[in-house]
Every structure is written in structure tokens, then in C-alpha cells.
């Protein structure tokens, strides 16, 4: 039987089958593309190239990457997980902050028409307005095996500066996937914790040992996708606010959180307020910050709040 396809849907098919298999994903041809442009690995740039193409097909299916999808990718290395991504979304963005990578990757990824290099630092790039241009504004799949002194800013610039994530799938240390999970009672629990639960839904894909990478890591890695909620679990009427005082809990965790949130310069809320509101909360006057679950941080905002317009009247 003849399968009939219109003139675009037989160019995207052509296009489809034309693309290159991926090939990076094991030691051997990343062995061999590194010496071919005498690649320095950058300690600074927190390089760990992957080397399991077992590990690459799990971030791929995880992140659940269609044809219809823009995918950001953050710091593409070689262009490794690049390949695996152009393979199966629609589009890629690349950023890469690292000069001597650049070429490289012009001549791995030379077979993928649907990838652009971008060779910036990613801290310093727009991914709003990317989003914008590239997706209508639609939200975006951010997919990265991310370099790990940097981690935090950017999972707390893809929430705090709006940019329209659909969710995104990465590879971090194995502590940090700890801390993003985890709740009160735990010595991971800390502001990145609440930050990722209050924007998003965080699952542990697979736990990645070093052995995966080159140069090995020191310590073991793990893949956690964070599927953003479409609105978050808790009302805040005042986000800005929440996020102080989770700051300033955890940043003075051994004190109690009257004191804290009564040393913190960018709050300075007076130690018998919060002892009113813990009270009307049914809470301890000596509880630490690091005792309360995210919808008692919403609460505590809102009632700080409501109580510092009551001054003001
Ligand atoms: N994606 C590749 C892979 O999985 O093999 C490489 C991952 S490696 C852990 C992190 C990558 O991020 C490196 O290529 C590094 O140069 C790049 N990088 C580090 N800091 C960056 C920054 N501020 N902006 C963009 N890329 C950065």
C-alpha cells in the first residue's frame, strides 16, 4: 500500500532520515575527538563529558522530548547529549561558555540542521526572549548535564525570572538531587529545596555513577527532572517576601527563627511579631526555620504580611 505524505510532511521525513545517528556516547570516539583539537579539560568549567550512551537514552526518554519540542540545552561540552537531543526534538539551542569547545562542536553537530550554537556564558543569556523567539512564548524543555558550580543559579534563574519551562531534566551532583527532594527533618533540607518544590515537582530519574564520565567526578551524580507546576502547591500573596524568610532561616539555621528573621538586614521583622504569628500558627516560639514545611513558610509569610499592613495603617 502506497502511504501518501503532503509535500511538508515529506520533507520533514527526508529531513527525519537524514539525520545522523549519534555517536559520542561511549569513551572510545570521545577519546578520539578530543585529541583531534587537543582538548584542555577546564576544571573551572566543571567538565565531566558522558560516556554511557545507556545513561544518554534515560535523559532523553525521561525528558520526554518530541518532535514538536524546543529544547535549551546548557552547556553541551563535545556535543554529546546535543546529538541525542537533535535527534528527537524539533529544535535545540546550545549554550556553551567555553571557546575551545566551540569548533568541536561545529564539526560534531555539522549533520544536525535543527541545532544552534550559542557561545555565551548562560548566566548572562535571555532565555525569556529565547523562548520567545524560537517557541512563541510556548514553554520550553531545558536539558543539560549541568556544570556543577553553577547549578543553583541556574535552576533558581529558570523559576525566578520567568522563563516559560515546561520542565527540565538534569544532570547534578547526587547531594543536590537529594536536597531538591527532600522536606524538614533532613540535613539536605535548605532553600533550594522549598524553591524547587514551591515551583516545580522534582523526581529522581536515575542515580549515575562516575564511571559514566570523563574525567570521572569525584562524586556520584544523579538525573532528577522537575515537571513545573502549573500553579504552586501554596498561596503566597507576597513570593518576594516568602523567599526572604526561607533565606534567612537557612542561613542562620542553628538560630531560632524569631532571631533569625529579626537579623536578617533585608528583613528585620521585630522578634514579638513573629512570636504573635508563630503563636496564632500553633507553633513553638523557639522553633527553627528548618522545622517547617513549605505551606507553613507560605502561612508565615502571608500573616507577617497582613501584620506589617496593620502597622502601616
Ligand atoms: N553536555 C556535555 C556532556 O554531557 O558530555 C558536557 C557537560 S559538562 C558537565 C558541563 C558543560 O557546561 C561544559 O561543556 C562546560 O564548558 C559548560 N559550561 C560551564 N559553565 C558554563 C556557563 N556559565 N555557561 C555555559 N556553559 C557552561
Given at each position: 500500500m502506497a502511504l501518501l505524505y503532503t509535500d511538508a510532511e515529506e520533507a520533514e521525513r527526508t529531513r527525519e532520515m537524514?539525520?545522523?545517528?549519534?555517536?559520542?556516547?561511549?569513551?572510545?570516539?570521545?577519546?578520539?575527538?578530543?585529541?583531534?583539537?587537543?582538548?584542555?579539560?577546564?576544571k573551572r568549567y566543571g567538565q565531566n563529558f558522558l560516556?554511557?550512551?545507556?545513561?544518554?537514552?534515560?535523559?532523553?526518554?525521561?525528558?520526554?522530548?518530541?518532535?514538536?519540542?524546543?529544547?535549551?540545552?546548557?552547556?553541551?561540552?563535545?556535543?554529546?547529549?546535543?546529538?541525542?537531543?537533535?535527534?528527537?526534538?524539533?529544535?535545540?539551542?546550545?549554550?556553551?561558555?567555553?571557546d575551545a569547545l566551540i569548533p568541536i562542536l561545529e564539526d560534531t553537530l555539522s549533520g544536525y540542521e535543527n541545532v544552534t550554537v550559542i557561545h555565551e556564558d548562560v548566566l548572562k543569556v535571555d532565555l525569556r526572549k529565547l523562548a520567545q523567539e524560537k517557541n512563541g512564548g510556548k514553554p520550553i524543555k531545558v536539558v543539560a548535564n549541568l556544570p556543577y558550580y553553577i547549578t543553583t543559579p541556574i535552576?533558581?534563574?529558570?523559576?525566578?525570572?520567568?522563563?516559560?519551562?515546561?520542565?527540565?531534566?538534569?544532570?547534578?551532583?547526587?547531594?543536590?538531587?537529594?536536597?531538591?527532594?527532600?522536606?524538614?527533618?533532613?540535613?539536605?533540607?535548605?532553600?533550594?529545596?522549598?524553591?524547587?518544590?514551591?515551583?516545580?515537582?522534582?523526581?529522581?530519574?536515575?542515580?549515575?555513577?562516575?564511571n559514566?564520565?570523563?574525567?570521572?567526578?569525584?562524586?556520584?551524580?544523579?538525573?532528577i527532572r522537575l515537571t513545573r507546576h502549573e500553579k504552586p502547591p501554596v498561596e503566597v500573596r507576597n513570593e518576594t517576601l516568602m523567599f526572604r524568610i526561607i533565606r534567612a532561616s537557612f542561613n542562620q539555621r542553628r538560630k531560632t527563627l524569631v532571631n533569625g528573621l529579626g537579623n536578617a538586614p533585608e528583613l528585620r521583622i521585630p522578634k514579638e511579631q513573629t512570636t504573635t504569628v508563630l503563636e496564632e500558627m500553633g507553633l513553638p516560639a523557639g522553633i527553627r526555620g528548618e522545622a517547617l514545611e513549605l505551606s507553613q513558610f507560605a502561612e508565615l509569610a502571608n500573616r507577617l504580611e497582613e501584620q506589617m499592613e496593620k502597622t502601616l495603617e
Open positions: 537524514s539525520k545522523p545517528i549519534p555517536n559520542l556516547g561511549n569513551s572510545k570516539n570521545t577519546i578520539e575527538i578530543l585529541n583531534k583539537y587537543k582538548f584542555v579539560f577546564q560516556i554511557d550512551e545507556h545513561v544518554l537514552g534515560k535523559i532523553i526518554r525521561s525528558a520526554d522530548i518530541t518532535e514538536q519540542d524546543f529544547v535549551v540545552e546548557i552547556g553541551p561540552g563535545i556535543g554529546t547529549l546535543t546529538q541525542y537531543l537533535a535527534a528527537a526534538a524539533r529544535e535545540v539551542a546550545a549554550i556553551e561558555i567555553d535552576i533558581m534563574g529558570l523559576f525566578e525570572n520567568q522563563v516559560p519551562v515546561d520542565s527540565i531534566t538534569i544532570m547534578v551532583q547526587k547531594e543536590v538531587a537529594d536536597r531538591m527532594k527532600t522536606g524538614p527533618g533532613s540535613k539536605d533540607y535548605g532553600a533550594l529545596s522549598l524553591a524547587v518544590q514551591y515551583y516545580a515537582r522534582p523526581e529522581l530519574v536515575a542515580n549515575v555513577p562516575p559514566c564520565f570523563m574525567p570521572r567526578p569525584r562524586v556520584g551524580s544523579a538525573v
